[in-house]
Every structure is written in C-alpha cells, then in structure tokens.
C-alpha cells in the first residue's frame, strides 16, 4: 500500500527560494493577508488532510461509485472526508471575501489542490471541478448571479460541473445540439444528452451546479452559435435555498479504465430551467475559463502521479533485493544488493523524481501568472489582464499535454520497478496508471492541446506568447551565463532556445505552403517545446541550489539531490527534445500518402 507524504520541503523551496512568492504576494490585491506564517500553516494543513484524510481512501476508492435508479453513492468514506474539508473552508481559500471566501491567492488554492490531487485523485475531483464553475460564474456571471451561486459553492455546501460533451462531439463542439428554449420569464428550458460529465451526480452535497453548453432557437451554426447556461439540480426557493428537482437527471455512470471513485455521467437534460450566463453565442469565450481552469488542474494529475509513484517506488527499491551490483557486491552480508544500486533502476527513479520536481516548478511558476492575471481583474485593468492571460495561455498546452505524457511514464516506470508485483493490484502502483491515463484525454487530448500550441497560440498568434516566454529565458541566461558552476546548463539552454526558435520559423514557411504541416509537426512541437521548458526551470532550480550550498546553510542534502537530479534531467531527458525536433520539422507525407483503403487488415 502506498502511503502518501506531501514533499513540503521541495514545496517550500519553490515558493520561497525559487519564485518568492512573499515578494510576489505584496503585489497583488490579497496577498498581503498571505503572510510567511499564513502560508507556512496552510501548507502543513494541506498536507495533514492530504496524509491522514484523503491518502487511507485512494485504494479503497478504486473499487468506484455505485449508481441505482439516477442516485449516486460514492466510495466508503468519501462524503465523510468531503464533510472534514468544508468544515476546513478549504473551498473558499482563493476564492472573492464578498462571496464568503478567504480572498487569499489563487496560487496558494493551486499549492492546496497539489496535494489533494495527489493524495486521492478521484476525491479531489468532485471539489476540483467546482472551482472552475465558481470562475466561470465570477467572470462571467450578472450580479445577481454571483450573490445567488456563489456563496453556497465557496462554502462548498454546492459544488459545480462543466457539462460540454456530447455523444455526437467531444472537442469539436461546433456540433453542439442541445437546444435552450427562451421560457419568457427571463429563464430558458434546457434539453439535451450531455456525456462524460465528471461529479454530474454524486452524494455528497444538496446542490450540484451544472454549467451548459447550449443552442438558442436563433443561433448560427458552428461554435459561433454556443451560449452559456446555469442548470441547478434543484430548483432554488425564493430564499436561495434548494427546492423542487430540476428537470436533469443522470441516466447512467461510466466504467472506467480509472479514476472509479469518480463519477463520470450521462446526463439527461428535458426541458430543465436554466439561466444564461454571459452574452448571447458567446458561450464558448466564457466557457475557455472553466476549461483553462481545468487544463491547469488537470496537469496536477501528470506532477502528482509521477510524485505518488515516486514515492511508491523509492521504498521499495530499497528493500527489495535481487542480484548484486555490476561493479562489486555493494551490501555483502545480505542475499543480494537492493534495487537501488542497479543503474537502470536508478534511471526510473531519477526520471519519476525529475518529472514530479520539475513539473511543480513548471505549475508553480503557471500559479504566479494567475494571480497576476486575477489581479488585474480585479483592478479593472483589461489590458494587462490579456497580456498576463496569453502568456499563461501559451503555457496551458503545454502544462495539460506535456505533464501528464510524462506523468503516465511515470506511473509505468513505478511498476517496472516493482516487477511482477507493480502488475498485483494490492502494491497500488497499476492503480495509478490507469488513473492517469485520463488525464492525457480529458480537457482536450494530447493531439488536441499541441494544434492549440502550435497552430493557434503559435501561428495564428504571430508568435507574440512565444517571443514573451523567450524574453524571460534570455534574461536568465544574461543574469546567469557568467556564474561559473551554471555554465554546462547555460549553454545548453541557449542552444535548445535557438532551435526551438529556428524550428518554428521553419515549420510556420513549410505550413505556408502545406496545411498538414501544422498538424504532422504539432505533437512533437509539443514535446520538444516541454522539454525545453522543463529545462529552463530545472537552470533556476540549480541556481538557487548552488546559492544555498555556497551559503554552506542547512539542509545542504537536500540541495546537492536538487543538483544531482538536474544533472540528470539536462544528461538523460533533455536530448530527447532532439529527436523531437528532427521530426517536427518533416515532411507530412510518410503520414499522409496512404490511402485510406489501404490500412485495411
């Protein structure tokens, strides 16, 4: 059985050494409250509910949900746990004081929902999807609104979803069919299938918030003809309080490869009231902030699985013994050396470990550009809410995409390096895999996220999100190409930031003259784009790590373990950007020259 333990220390030098986010917090509305001590005792609460709470139901919780006649109950423990994190105020952390929220940063929310994604990834589902409902309502929603759906979903008496897939259309959401029928009084009634609907219908509150894609009579065709709609569950009282059933009801939930403590759902909408959120048509502009907001989250699957798998298979590898080592015998008085001294071994365990530390850097760093971009928000300041909102765009992609690749890889290596017992469902490590296998499907598949990267915020963008990003790296390497030990690292980072740029030049002439190009270049752009990114935070990460061991301080293991693994990181994962970028920049045809009789088997 895995047992979970927040890695705070790695936390703490993030936030503090390498984003110092004290400083960073003096600069936004809020942030003043977030005070060193605040934010040392959120952490060590986060991490006490994610160890003691949520962690002891993750392998129980695969057992999943059980559904009877539209009811849903979840696992054994689940709506208990739910009940400890109200009791918290855990939901309202980051959330608006006026709608009875703390107004604390929305980074330190991200930092919280770490470790509960983490700890239980199913669990963290149900409070982690209504936190995109409470943007999109914050953002886009009237006044009346907010004051009505807002209060109960930041104490968390409410929780919300995102309901856009359809059985016809998944990403593609031009095909949208559910209609909204205007009532007259102001309200609309909502009827259509909507599918793979996560937390549609679970046990564990009065009141589910669903938030609808839907078609007015009048609108046109395409994605240009998608509005927005608030369907409560249950019809609200003159009060705000839960009344009659709303006519929407969950028509079956899914069996899953993974993540069965959570409820996927049909939902069956039949003429059920619903309220429009935003302007007429623009749905699909409103609904990106819940979908951003749940790209985000759903990078949190890729870092925590390569964590929880680290830490799965790290004990073991240590206990575990098979053979001796290739270059001598190096525990003699027991039967055969632990796991740990073979080479191979040690290429997974520094691999899982390189992507979970370098990925949090990666969301951290994501974090802090929300907060700004929230910021901005609240002092009315449009343009510098668009600047900061296409740089976390640019970064979205890749944070969904590029994470949870490396994220699966991560859980497979944990059971590699348990053997045969990695495949016995009792260790918990195959759980994890087939947990995160989602997390490269949902919110827009790996495929889905690189066309938005390369085609969208690449191309179409001119490369303004790009050059942003590039201008923060160069100032880097200006700050830090001089420091003797940050040399080796320096220069390959310089090198990696010239072909990325090169390659992007270079796909955007050959697209101009082949459309397929974007799409047989936009996977590996991705990926080498990820890597090279990941790298970059990896070069900060070894310059504080130098800093803090030439002020000869405490903790100087922790420190030369950071080095060691960006050692390995610029050594054994880094060159795979090469390959990448070689394939990028082919030719679509190997790809596109068969013909479509011709995959017949």
């Known amino acids: 059985m895995i047992e979970y333990k927040a890695p705070l220390q790695d936390i703490r030098f993030l936030i503090n050494e390498v984003f110092d986010f ?146 016809q259309c998944g990403t593609d959401l031009g095909q949208v069919k559910t209609r909204a029928i205007p009532a007259g009084d102001g309200s609309y009634r909502i009827s259509g299938t909507k599918i793979f609907i996560s937390s549609g219908e679970h046990d564990l509150t009065e009141q589910i918030i669903h938030i609808v894609l839907a078609r007015l009579p009048d609108a046109p065709q395409g994605t240009k003809g998608i509005s927005l709609f608030i369907v409560p569950k249950f019809r609200l009282r003159e009060d705000g309080s839960p009344g009659d059933r709303n006519q929407v009801s969950c028509g079956s939930i899914e069996d899953k490869m993974g993540i069965h403590g959570s409820s996927t759902c049909v939902m069956n909408f039949d003429g059920a009231e619903g309220f429009l959120i935003g302007p007429e048509h623009k749905g699909l502009t409103c609904m990106f902030t819940f979908m951003n907001t749940a790209r985000i989250g759903t990078s949190i699957q890729g870092i925590g699985a390569a964590e929880l798998s680290f830490q799965g298979a790290l004990p073991y590898a240590r206990e575990r013994r098979s053979m001796r080592s290739l270059s001598g015998s190096k525990q003699p008085d027991q039967v055969a050396d632990a796991l740990i001294v073979h080479p191979d071994v040690r290429r997974m365990l520094l691999t899982q470990k390189a992507i979970a530390e370098g990925g949090r850097a990666m969301l951290y760093h994501a974090a802090r550009l929300a907060d700004f971009m929230m910021a901005c928000h609240a002092r009315g300041d449009q343009q510098g809410y668009e600047d900061y909102d296409d740089k976390l765009g640019f970064l979205t992609p890749v944070l969904k995409a590029f994470l949870t690749e490396l994220g699966y890889e991560a859980a497979n290596h944990g059971v590699q390096v348990y053997g045969g017992h990695g495949f016995i469902r009792e260790w918990g490590m195959e759980q994890i895999v087939r947990d995160t296998q989602i997390a490269k499907l949902y919110e827009g598949t790996t495929g889905v996220q690189a066309l938005d990267l390369l085609g969208r915020k690449i191309l179409l963008g001119r490369m303004k999100s790009f050059n942003a990003f590039r201008d923060d790296v160069n100032r880097f390497i200006r700050r830090h190409e001089n420091r003797a030990e940050m040399k080796p690292f320096i220069r390959q980072l310089k090198r990696y930031m010239l072909r990325w740029r090169i390659g992007t030049f270079r796909i955007a002439f050959k697209a101009s003259r082949d459309r397929d190009m974007v799409g047989a270049a936009s996977y590996d752009y991705l990926m080498f784009s990820g890597y090279v990114i990941m790298a970059f935070f990896w070069a900060q990460m070894a310059d504080k790590a130098f800093t803090a061991l030439q002020a000869d301080g405490k903790n100087r293991d922790f420190y030369r373990a950071k080095l060691q693994t960006a050692n390995f990181y610029f050594e054994r994962m880094l060159p795979r950007a090469r390959a990448h970028g070689k394939m990028m920049l082919k030719s679509p045809d190997s790809l596109m020259a068969m013909k479509d009789g011709h995959f017949a088997f």
């Open 22 to 167: 004290q400083a960073h917090y003096k600069t936004i509305p809020g942030g003043s409250e977030a005070s060193e001590d605040m934010v040392d005792a959120i952490l060590n609460e986060a991490a006490r509910f994610s160890e003691e709470v949520i962690a002891p139901l993750y392998q129980a919780g695969d057992k999943g949900c059980v559904f009877t006649d539209g009811e849903v109950k979840t696992p054994a423990g689940f709506r208990a746990a739910y009940g400890q994190y109200v009791e918290g105020g855990w939901q309202g952390m980051s959330a608006p004081v006026e709608y009875g929220g703390q107004g604390l940063p929305l980074s330190l929310g991200v930092i919280k929902s770490e470790m509960i994604g983490t700890a239980n990834w199913a669990w963290g589902m149900y409070p982690g999807l209504s936190l995109g409902a409470m943007n999109t309502i914050y953002l886009h929603g009237s006044e009346e609104q907010k004051n009505t759906y807002l209060p109960p979903m930041t104490e968390g008496r409410w929780t919300g979803t995102m309901c856009l897939t359809e059985p």
